[in-house]
Nanobody, 114 residues
């Protein structure tokens, strides 16, 4: 079973940038859909962005600021986050849709200070 590990989170000032990585323990070549989600304290988990067969989809709140991508050769998915806002503060988790369900990583904390 492939495992997912996120990295790249941290503390950044508003307007700054971070790049999150989601590294898989095995090949992601056959995984059609992967995505990033986030969960802020006291709030429900929400979709940030997905990538399916090269097609991308973004939450309205991050359009134009975040970019999702994947590198199958490195078994890694990325989330480039620019122009960060305090409301982007959350734990960011990656997900892969596989044949027998969803795989989730453990999450990485992103904190944006004003």
């Amino acid at each position: 079973q492939v495992q997912l590990v996120e990295s790249g989170g941290g503390l950044v000032q508003a307007g700054g940038s971070l790049r999150l990585s989601c590294a898989a323990s095995g090949s992601i070549y056959s995984i059609n859909t992967m995505g990033w989600y986030r969960q802020a304290p006291g709030k429900q988990r929400e979709l940030v962005a997905t990538i399916t067969s090269g097609r991308t989809n973004y939450a309205d709140s991050v359009k134009g600021r975040f970019t999702i991508s994947r590198d199958n050769a490195k078994n890694t998915m990325y989330l480039q986050m620019n122009s960060l806002k305090p409301e982007d503060t959350a734990v960011y988790l990656c997900k892969a849709v596989v044949w027998n369900g969803d795989l989730w990583g453990q999450g990485t904390q992103v904190t944006v200070s004003s």
